[in-house]
């Protein structure tokens, strides 16, 4: 009998600490959203804030000739939509630093369409075809200060990167980096500016306060943006893959008035090798206006 009462109070201890356990988990897993949530509204109130400037015809026309042919390829004459922000939705597959293997991911992503701002929040599962155990990770840059965090699910911090000067550098370069999904972003007049390079490439330079990033952007025939491609190898030994040094786009559709890609890969670049970490597909794009 004795033993059966111990038996009987091991079983509601272990059932009070896993209540208790999963009570505390879903806690810590509603905070991580509720931090997403803050830096998705920091984002939108600096987006917000910063009035679009009119590309004049000519600023237009001095920019480099393959810059011109892509917005002529973007925007196909039509002035851009007014528009503060755009949400996006992404899906496909992504490798953790200093690994080698790809695990299904979704992503959701809020940027500021006339500032470099943005925050990035992505789902992946820890174990196959266990649904319920997911890693959450995200990054936001917002006032030129970045803050990158993982969870495992979504409660256990276990990357927790600061703002820097080098990771505040590279969190602007992720902001040009993603800007084929809302070119109004490159016009002359705003954070970026041209350079010449050649007939298919041209260095575009971001600026936020003292802070500036720089990639080199290769423009096919017709006019669309192919790849954004930094001029320096990137650092693989880093516990984070920050930006990437390479981007690339394709398959372009009509959106809102533009032409934007749809599908990506991001890969990180150094001693003449392309490691892609993030591939997939654009699923939902939307701009939202600054009114």
Do not use: D, N, T, V
């Given at each position: 009998m004795q033993n059966r009462n111990f038996l009987v109070r091991s079983a509601i201890v272990a059932a009070a600490l896993a209540v208790t356990g999963g009570a505390l988990l879903a806690w810590l897993a509603s905070r991580t959203e509720a931090d997403i949530a803050a830096h998705r509204e920091r984002v939108v109130a600096e987006a917000r804030q910063a009035a679009p400037t009119a590309a004049s015809a000519t600023a237009l026309a001095a920019l480099p000739a393959p810059v011109q042919r892509y917005f002529a390829f973007t925007f196909r004459g039509a002035p851009p939509p007014h528009a503060s922000h755009v949400e996006l939705e992404m899906e496909g597959r992504f490798r953790r630093p200093r690994s080698e293997s790809f695990t299904p991911t979704r992503a959701e992503q809020t940027i500021a369409v006339h500032t470099p701002a943005l925050v990035f929040a992505a789902t992946t599962p820890l174990l196959p075809r266990v649904p319920a155990l997911t890693a959450r990770a995200y990054d936001a840059y917002?006032?030129?200060?970045?803050?990158?965090?993982?969870?495992?699910?979504s409660a256990i911090t276990v990357v927790d990167e600061p703002a820097s000067p080098t990771l505040n550098r590279i969190s602007l370069r992720r902001w040009l980096l993603e800007s084929?999904?809302?070119?109004?972003?490159?016009l002359p007049g705003g954070a970026v500016r041209w350079e010449v390079m050649d007939a298919n490439r041209a260095r575009a330079i971001v600026t936020l306060g003292d802070d500036s990033a720089s990639m080199v952007a290769t423009f096919g025939g017709d006019g669309r943006l192919l790849s954004f491609d930094a001029e320096e190898d990137g650092d693989l030994r880093t516990s984070y893959h920050g930006s990437g040094e390479h981007a690339s786009r394709d398959d372009y559709e009509a959106v809102e008035g533009m032409m934007l890609p749809r599908r990506f890969v991001i890969a990180r670049a150094a001693g003449g090798r392309t490691l892609p970490f993030w591939e997939g597909r654009v699923t939902q794009i939307h701009f939202v206006s600054g009114d």
């Open positions: 917002a006032g030129g200060q970045m803050e990158m965090k993982a969870k495992l699910l084929p999904l809302y070119p109004m972003a490159l």
